[in-house]
Nanobody, 115 residues
Framework: QVQVVESGGGLVQSGGSLRLSCTAS????????MGWYRQAPGKERDLVAT???????KYADDVKGRFTLSRDFDNMTMYLQMNSLKPEDTAVYFC?????????WGHGTQVTVSS
């Protein structure tokens, strides 16, 4: 069974930065299109950024220019570098395939941005 682990979240002031990490046992994520998602309190889970099999990335309009998704094949890890964070970025962040597979939702990592 694949286990997905997200990490790197925390409490940061507005304008600050965080780098999230995502690993999955077996490394299956690394050969598929993948994505970062987030869910704010009382809201649905939204797609934040994606990377396809050849490394092309796409971003939601509200994070474009501030977030950068990358993959490290040596460490079998996907990252989300988040800069210029805003209070509205506060959410639990998840990684999964793109489109997501319900079997691979992890616990996520909490990001809280204070104003």
């Amino acid at each position: 069974q694949v286990q997905v682990v997200e990490s790197g979240g925390g409490l940061v002031q507005s304008g600050g930065s965080l780098r999230l990490s995502c690993t999955a046992s077996g490394g299956i994520f690394m050969i598929h299109s993948m994505g970062w998602y987030r869910q704010a309190p009382g809201k649905e889970r939204d797609l934040v950024a994606t990377i396809d099999g050849i490394g092309w990335t796409k971003y939601a309009d509200d994070v474009k220019g501030r977030f950068t998704l990358s993959r490290d094949f040596d460490n079998m890890t996907m990252y989300l570098q988040m800069n210029s964070l805003k209070p509205e970025d506060t959410a639990v962040y998840f990684c999964n395939l793109n489109p997501p597979d319900s079997r691979y939702w992890g616990h996520g990592t909490q990001v809280t941005v204070s104003s």
